[in-house]
């Protein structure tokens, strides 16, 4: 696996389980997996050397983020490299621009959206969908970089300096930005499937997320009251994404539930992750197979496990870092007052609002689990002190 | 964790999520614990130097086996070392004659006993408690390994010798046998217990143990059918072993179900096992928190985890290796047939009768999920094809 954040970490025990052997490219030999695998070379994932060293120790590569350049990959897939999910695939997650245009050509419903150069392609596109609008830069953000509200088109005058003084899209076009409509959504959901490079593919509940800040902050799976019909029609949305972009591994899709002015609901594709992801880790206590057992059985052609869940509900809450750099005496507050409750920690170096672990708790009832999950997170990230 | 065996190795992912540092003393570079966990120095169990250069970088130290030395055990604790389980809990694990002599005296139920010196000794107590009996040599074996069943006193014979020749019991006593009533059990079961430093203790649900040549071949959790006062008598019994004995981490006391002569069903405990044990495996998959969790929290005084089960039934089967060196076919074909099968392996070299992994599966039918995990464990075994 390329990269060391904490869903490499997170796969560790699932690949332990397996018994498959398991190693991962570091960014540094501190990063949160190369802090419990054992074989972490450190090297850079933009570094065709030390990535093509890397793989030649592996018989299947796949990666924790979407940071590797394509044509990093489609050298690495000339020179014979299992590269799962492959380059072509990649291509869609690393290019929000590129994905819209698939997920469109493919019918998959999304908001409506244009690529747009300058100020003037902004200020048309806004006529048409109204403001205040989203923009985003197709590639390299997450966790909310590189995404701005913008409430009309000269707020956005810097960002087109930037796009003409960068480098060209990798298909040669001038550069551009994807603006979209801003969704006026009920509430925002996710989907996540796995998919196998013979075609097998399975889905888990679908959850609803609950973003602050542009970043995932709590996971309820499964996501409470949504109508059966429109959790199938998300699904095989999901199914069909990942088939038609040919994905291999963990495809995690965020939506946005709406309600149309008849009063219809339906799902809007926000974005897509090609790998384990966020709304995905209340599989590991709450589901029979993990997203990251997952992803290796799909990486490495094994067939899929069960994604059924073990309990009713599965609440999970990131923990951010807050201002205490120590967080022992939290931890241990918090095991104390909830036996039931899970924490993983990724160990990272404490900063005020990075991503540092998360809980879960799952049990019978919602209310209850997403009560005491809220408490363990806020309590160790330091937001509440009782 | 000195030693790097499969409880190790299993206890890896549960410091994994508690973002606890692990490290392992390991025989040999190959053993099961040292292939995932990153830092896991070579050296042997009994070489005072090894191990005490091992526990200088460790906070705490524990163990996947109870074969260090109680003299090197003391030896680390005088010098300042947190031993957990400490020496003197663990000298009961290491020898049986200390352990029923303990357990009688805190009045825990136990099948007859002796200590036997000699044939005539032998004798005695066969006129007493009658032929069969058990004959267990007190030290190093696991398994069922130094265990016999002897039909008359003459079968004993060359254990006597091979007892004169070896060394003197610790406390300067002549040497001796543990010889036991052959106890006519219905069933075996198994309390898992966890005890804290701070004295904080839990317990999970009693389960049954099916053995096959003195090794342990399924359990099925809870105990299917077991009367809830002999369950809570059973549990009763293995908190206040755990309290008299000061264990500290995971405690496993295996033990009879008989029926008397009256119809009244009692427990007697037949082994103890101060660390993760295989009849706890289940808690894996099946309960809320695992028994390799479980232990961390304990050695390192963090409060205790909810024992509760997650699904109605989780039945595990042990994989014992087959004639074929190659698990791929039948792991694969094990993974196609039943998604909702959690196949565990050990990364051990396969030998006929070595404990290669175990396979788990949870549910609401418990007939379903021993057929299921029964198939699984003899297919990847090899003894079914089919």
Same mark, same amino acid.
């Given at each position: 696996m390329v990269g060391a954040g904490q869903l490499a970490r997170m796969t560790h025990p699932a690949a332990v389980a397996l018994g498959v052997g398991f190693r991962v490219l570091a960014e540094s030999p501190t990063a949160s997996a190369a802090l419990v695998v054992p074989d972490s070379p450190v090297g850079r994932c933009t570094d065709p050397q030390a990535v093509a060293a890397f793989a030649a120790g592996c018989d299947v590569l796949t990666f924790d983020h979407e940071h590797v350049p394509g044509a990093l990959l489609r050298g690495l897939e000339e020179a014979g490299t299992l590269v799962r999910p492959g380059a072509r695939a990649l291509a869609h997650a690393q290019d929000k621009l590129r994905m819209r245009a698939e997920l469109t050509a493919a019918g998959v419903p999304c908001p409506r959206w244009t690529a747009v150069r300058d100020r003037d392609g902004l200020e048309g596109f806004g006529r048409e969908a109204g403001f205040p609008l989203v923009l985003k830069t197709p590639r390299g953000g997450y966790d909310g970089r590189g995404v701005m509200i913008v409430?009309?088109? @000269?707020?956005a005058g810097d960002r087109f300096d930037r796009l003409r003084a960068g480098d060209p899209a990798p298909d040669g076009t001038a550069p551009a930005l994807l603006a979209e409509e801003l969704v006026a959504f009920d509430r925002e959901l996710a989907v996540l499937v796995a998919r196998s490079p013979s075609g097998q593919a399975a889905a888990w509940p679908v959850v609803q997320t609950v973003q602050a800040d542009g970043m995932c902050r709590e996971v309820v799976a499964p996501a409470p009251g949504l109508d059966p019909a429109l959790a199938g029609a998300a699904t095989s949305a999901a199914l069909r994404i990942a088939a038609h972009l040919d994905v291999v591994g963990v495809l995690a899709v965020e939506a946005f539930e709406v309600t149309g002015p008849d009063g219809t609901r339906s799902v809007l594709v926000n974005e897509l992750a090609m790998r384990p992801h966020n709304s995905g880790?209340?599989?590991?206590?709450?589901?029979?197979?993990s997203q990251f057992e997952q992803h290796l059985r799909a990486v490495l052609d094994l067939p899929l496990g069960s994604t059924l869940a073990r309990q009713p509900w599965s609440v999970m809450v990131n923990v951010l870092g807050g201002g205490?750099? @120590?967080l022992y005496r939290s931890y241990l507050h918090v095991m104390a007052r909830d036996p039931g409750v899970k924490v993983h920690l990724y160990g990272k170096e404490v900063r005020p609002g990075r991503k540092i672990g998360h809980v879960t708790v799952c049990g019978e009832d919602l209310q209850d689990c997403r009560d005491r999950a809220r408490h363990a997170a806020d309590f160790i990230t330091g937001s509440i002190d009782s």
């Open positions: 409430n009309k088109a @000269d707020e880790h209340w599989t590991i206590d709450g589901a029979v197979t205490h750099p @120590d």
